[in-house]
T-cell receptor
Framework: NAGVMQNPRHLVRRRGQEARLRCSPM?????VYWYRQLPEEGLKFMVY????????ESGMPKERFSAEFPKEGPSILRIQQVVRGDSAAYFC?????????????FGEGSWLTVV | GQSLEQPSEVTAVEGAIVQINCTYQ??????LSWYQQHDGGAPTFLSY????GLEETGRFSSFLSRSDSYGYLLLQELQMKDSASYFC????????????FGTGTLLAVQP
């Protein structure tokens, strides 16, 4: 049973370009979370999605950031017109669709570097 | 506001026992989780407490006191490979069940 799969693992973008980060949840999981981690800091919640629905985007910056989780395919976190401050590790996590699904499992992360 | 406080760093020697504390203040509370993260790696689930008391999983134990908004992670028989960052996280429940993470504790295990 494969874990949460993220790609790319490392991404370098110039200021002003777009970054697309992909996440495939664990098999059987229909809940996806995106977190951002700046160097030597904790994980900050960004957005929570279920298939075709954004449930909670309270942690998303109001501009340039968007996320989706289509009916088919991976969840995508999109950052437009990247700036140096967007350089961070972006972790995706998934959870079972059950009342007792209280554990979320993380992928290996995507490291974005903006130059 | 929401906050989870942990010590920033802890140092211990191989074979010892170390306790990492976490105090929290959040708008909702449905449980306290602990995650381990090695440098450059994915956060890995260690334990979860929904009710007061001690949960034991091998060398790791976790404790929760909801009345004190406090929990801790206890690591026994420390090994060098335990050197990592440890995060407590509150499960907020509600519609999202999202986790709010603490600032993390960097554990350094010395020979």
């Amino acid at each position: 049973n494969a874990g949460v799969m993220q790609n790319p693992r490392h991404l370098v973008r110039r200021r002003g370009q777009e970054a697309r980060l992909r996440c495939s949840p664990m098999k059987g999981h229909s809940h996806v979370y995106w977190y951002r981690q700046l160097p030597e800091e904790g994980l900050k919640f960004m957005v929570y999605l279920q298939k075709e629905n954004i449930i909670d985007e309270s942690g998303m910056p109001k501009e340039r950031f968007s996320a989706e989780f289509p009916k088919e395919g991976p969840s995508i976190l999109r950052i437009q017109q990247v700036v140096r401050g967007d350089s961070a590790a972006y972790f995706c996590a998934s959870r079972l669709d059950t009342v007792s699904g209280n554990t979320i499992y993380f992928g290996e992360g995507s490291w974005l570097t903006v130059v | 506001g929401q906050s989870l406080e942990q010590p920033s760093e802890v140092t211990a020697v191989e074979g010892a026992i170390v306790q990492i504390n976490c105090t929290y203040q959040t708008s909702g509370f449905y449980g306290l989780s602990w995650y381990q993260q090695h440098d450059g790696g994915a956060p890995t689930f260690l334990s979860y407490n929904a009710l007061d008391g001690l949960e034991e999983t091998g060398r790791f134990s976790s404790f929760l006191s909801r009345s004190d908004s406090y929990g801790y992670l206890l690591l026994q028989e420390l090994q060098m490979k335990d050197s990592a960052s440890y995060f407590c996280a509150v499960r907020e429940g509600g519609a999202t069940n999202k986790l709010i993470f603490g600032t993390g504790t960097l554990l350094a295990v010395q020979p």
